[in-house]
């Protein structure tokens, strides 16, 4: 049973307890400094939503780091962003500027102390970068050979368990084919930019991945090619638990429809199909595993799904976080279901945001970024 969480000045009076990530006691979620949304979400019975950082422009892709920094990546700017909560009420009190100049940086990973900034075609390392955030350390080069186009050119990247930098490459294009084989695909390297190559194949444009908690096997989104009609093709949410699965694109669409341009002679049957179609055109972006112990039980290790909204509907869809839930075998979904809408008005048309990432905090809340409303929030839970 879902219910509306208006977040409005009443619920400054309101107060309860959870361990903050420092273990100290804090009030969750509305503290008299948090800020308020202006519109109207719905969550499920027990979850609340607040603003945790505002001011932070087109905040996109996010890392937390060892002490809770949370690093944020834009598109459409040239900034990469150090947000700091000095006091941990959970609202920003300090954003640092890491870099700017960037070509679209919109990749952040963060792993043993370091952070990496991808841009369009460039890999950067800045090392043990919480310890040096009031003088940022020169940044080392790990990889300067990725194509160049923008076109799907900005990038998600993350480490795996295996201790490699995943890189996805996306299509430049709607739909096209392309000889270079690293084109529509996931690619990942050594942390030093060594050892380069392709992992996954026939994927459009992937703009967010996790790994099992369990099985260790990546999952990742990916969006389907547009101007199809409304509803096909779908978004897809794959898995790839080997290297070297080719997922159809662009041949195959959503498992079962070929392209009406390159998919003569084709077979869908020839490639991997999705483990669950999403939206159609509802451009979903970041995906979390759930790990966490403040939700309840039922979401632990299922996927959270940041849907950007779409923009080539005659009618809008998406706007909004979705959950992919899992069967026992870890390897099948369930059941999808809407998480939290209300980014997107009733009458389909007003857009209050447009979420981009999902990270988890170490108390179990998780963050959402907006590059829409240059804002991230805050979701928790108490009974």
């Known amino acids: 049973m879902k219910k509306i969480i208006l977040v409005s000045a009443a619920m400054f009076f309101l107060a309860a307890c959870s361990q903050s990530q420092n273990g100290n006691k804090a009030i969750l979620p509305a503290q008299q400094n948090e800020t308020p949304l202006d519109f109207e979400v719905k969550l499920p019975e027990g979850f609340h939503i607040s603003v945790f950082a505002d001011n932070v422009e087109n905040a996109r892709s996010m890392a937390l780091g060892n002490k809770g920094t949370v690093f944020v990546g834009n598109r459409s700017g040239d900034k990469v962003y150090a947000l700091i909560d000095e006091d941990n009420d959970y609202k920003i009190d300090k954003k640092i500027t890491i870099a700017e100049g960037l070509n679209m940086p919109n990749g952040v990973a963060f792993h043993?102390?370091?952070?990496?900034?991808?841009?369009?075609?460039?890999?950067w390392k800045y090392p043990n970068i919480e310890a040096n955030l009031?003088?940022?350390?020169?940044?080392?080069?790990?990889?300067?050979?990725?194509?160049?186009?923008?076109?799907?050119?900005?990038?998600?990247?993350?480490?795996?368990?295996?201790?490699?930098?995943?890189?996805?490459?996306?299509?430049?294009?709607?739909?096209?084919?392309?000889?270079?084989?690293?084109?529509?695909?996931?690619?990942?390297?050594?942390?030093?930019?060594?050892?380069?190559?392709?992992?996954?194949?026939?994927?459009?444009?992937?703009?967010?991945?996790?790994?099992?908690?369990?099985?260790?096997?990546l999952w990742f989104t990916d969006n389907g090619r547009d101007m199809m009609g409304d509803d096909v093709p779908t978004d897809e949410l794959n898995t790839a638990a080997i290297s070297g699965l080719n997922f159809g694109f662009p041949y195959c669409h959503q498992g079962d429809v070929l392209d009406p341009d390159f998919g003569k002679n084709k077979n869908c049957e020839d490639y991997i199909a999705p483990a669950q179609k999403l939206k159609p055109h509802a451009a979903s972006l970041g995906m979390l595993f759930y790990t966490g112990d403040m939700f309840p039980e039922k979401y632990k290790n299922q996927i959270f799904i940041a849907e950007h909204g779409s923009w080539n509907r005659s009618t809008k869809i998406g706007y909004d976080i979705t959950l992919a839930e899992l069967d026992s075998d870890n390897k099948t979904v369930k059941n999808f279901s809407d998480f939290a809408t209300g980014w997107l008005g009733e009458d389909q048309n007003e857009v209050h945001g447009r979420p981009v990432d999902i990270i988890q905090l170490k108390d179990g809340s998780i963050l959402v970024s907006d590059d829409f409303s240059n804002k991230i929030y805050r979701i928790t839970y108490r009974k």
């Open 112 to 123: 043993n102390g370091d952070l990496y900034v991808a841009e369009v075609s460039k890999i």
């Open 134 to 217: 009031n003088q940022i350390p020169q940044p080392i080069l790990i990889y300067e050979d990725l194509p160049s186009e923008t076109h799907h050119g900005w990038k998600y990247i993350a480490v795996g368990p295996d201790n490699k930098l995943y890189v996805p490459i996306g299509a430049p294009c709607n739909v096209c084919e392309k000889e270079d084989p690293r084109y529509a695909s996931i690619t990942r390297m050594d942390l030093d930019g060594k050892n380069f190559e392709v992992y996954a194949s026939g994927i459009r444009n992937s703009v967010g991945f996790d790994w099992h908690p369990i099985t260790k096997d």
